[in-house]
């Protein structure tokens, strides 16, 4: 597990070769965050960037000195006070979060959870430990090998500003399958595309793995060892772990062995998603275990009498779905492969040889009633994206909504829809991703209720329209 006293950087050269200048085609710079502050500073609040702008100077396993005015200010979302964090601190802003190494304990009685900092940070570096970025000072002993290290608790006022307290954090709602993703963007990529780490997230209808339950959290011996326990759904998707250490307060309880909700800072250690919880009040696993009651079907698709490359207007299922080209003509196809192994939905925008318009379209399932004796709902889908335009650059937008208030047959944006959070593709070097779980997204807050699925492409240039799409073995089951 983590050693987060040091994070050696390798050699000198290395170092060097991450300072260059990195090119990025249509960057789009971030706007300050809104604030509301006691700080009246024009120096500090005329120099406010934001996290992701800070951390897009960072290049992996690079060492960079912040030598401007720069200013970042967030919200304290992961504080030192019950021993899971050591000597650091995470904030967050708007676009994302970032571990400020301080030297000292005891941090949270001058940086309680809740309240805004801001940070000079001319005279800092930035660096990464196993591809989770860190804010700190430069530990030069061997100058051959510089590494970051903590800021010094003499220098703390130098650097960082106090602001109000009180504030909330909204949590971020994610999957399992999400996190998986994340953390491999940050370590076959570069960790500034990771826009959740050091942020407070929400697993929904998790679990610990059945050979991780009745065990504490951590290490109580002398060697007070970190412990990673694993995570799990209804559906068995693993990878994420709760981590906890052996200096916790609470290292020697025991988690509920339920399903339920984990609250906690996601981490990313080298390939692997870490949630680190702040107290025991933000693991909330109280209700039965995947398994405990037989899952009903609530709703199925597997597109099984679709057509290659025609309009979908039935699926062979006996479902009812409504295919609406909003804005544009464009419509979802029907995709199956050479051998007929795979069906599924399909959805682009592009036009050869010309600039294809705005496109916005919807794939709608019939109403789809749960029960109010359900336990736990979850919708699940798989979903890949070819992107013929620019890589990783420009991508359409593709995402699947719920509603209450759709009436099966009207424009769908004269409703009220809420995206729910589905684990996407985004493209890849190769241009086509593999499919992708969606995750167990949970539909708990429409137990009792009627709702519509609706998957939602929307292409606002001709670079975006490039991107394709494709989704299917669509699953609702309640436990």
């Known amino acids: 597990m983590k050693n987060k006293s040091l994070i050696l950087i390798g050699s000198l050269l290395m170092v060097l070769f991450a300072t260059g200048i990195v090119v990025s085609c249509n960057k789009k710079f971030d706007e300050p965050p809104a604030i509301s502050t006691n700080v009246t500073d024009t120096s500090i609040l005329n120099n406010i960037i934001t996290i992701k702008a800070l951390k897009s100077r960072h290049t992996i396993s690079g060492l960079e000195q912040i030598t401007d005015n720069a200013v970042i200010t967030g919200i304290v979302g992961g504080s030192d006070e019950s021993g899971n964090l050591y000597k650091e601190i995470t904030i967050q802003d708007s676009t994302g979060g970032i571990t400020i190494l301080l030297d000292r304990s005891g941090l949270y009685t001058d940086y309680p959870l809740g309240r805004r900092i801001y940070v000079k940070c001319n005279g800092l570096y930035i660096s990464d430990y196993q591809h989770g970025i860190q804010l700190g000072s430069l530990n030069n002993t061997v100058p051959t090998n510089p590494a970051i290290t903590a800021i010094p608790s003499s220098l703390f006022d130098n650097y960082i500003v106090k602001g109000t307290l009180g504030n909330t954090i909204t949590p971020k709602i994610v999957t399992l399958d999400q996190l998986n993703t994340i953390a491999g963007i940050s370590a076959s990529k570069i960790p500034t595309q990771d826009t959740l780490q050091s942020t407070l997230v929400q697993l929904n209808n998790v679990e610990l793995a059945t050979t991780d339950t009745g065990l504490i959290y951590a290490d109580t011996s002398a060697a007070k060892k970190s412990v990673g326990r694993n995570i799990t759904d209804c559906i068995g998707t693993t990878g994420v772990v709760l981590y906890s250490s052996g200096y916790a307060t609470f290292a020697g309880f025991t988690p509920p062995s339920g399903k339920g909700s984990i609250l906690g800072i996601y981490t990313p250690y080298k390939t692997t998603a870490e949630i680190e919880v702040r107290d025991t009040s933000d693991v909330h696993l109280f209700g039965s275990r995947c398994g405990a009651s037989t899952p009903t079907t609530l709703f199925s698709e597997s597109f099984p009498g679709i ?112 995206v729910l959070p589905a684990s996407i593709p985004s493209g890849d070097s190769t241009f086509l991703s593999k499919a992708q779980p969606s995750g167990s997204i949970d539909l708990s807050n429409y137990i009792g209720k009627t709702i519509f699925l609706g998957w939602r492409y929307t292409a606002t240039n001709s670079v975006q329209a490039g991107s394709k799409f494709e989704f299917g073995t669509v699953q609702v089951v309640g436990y």
């Open 307 to 418: 057509t290659n490359k025609v309009p979908i207007t039935t699926t062979g299922s006996g479902n009812v779905w409504q295919n609406i080209a909003e804005i544009g003509t464009t419509s979802y196809m029907g995709y199956v492969n050479t051998s007929g192994s795979i069906k599924e939905a399909s959805i682009s925008g592009y036009v050869s040889g010309g600039n294809p318009p705005a496109v916005t379209s919807w794939l709608i399932t019939q109403g789809i009633t749960i029960p109010a004796s359900t336990n736990s709902p979850i919708l699940t889908f798989v979903s890949n994206d070819a992107c013929y335009g620019k890589k990783n650059q420009d991508v359409a937008s593709f995402q699947v909504l719920v509603s209450t208030d759709y009436n099966g047959s009207s424009t769908p944006s004269k409703s009220t829809w809420t």
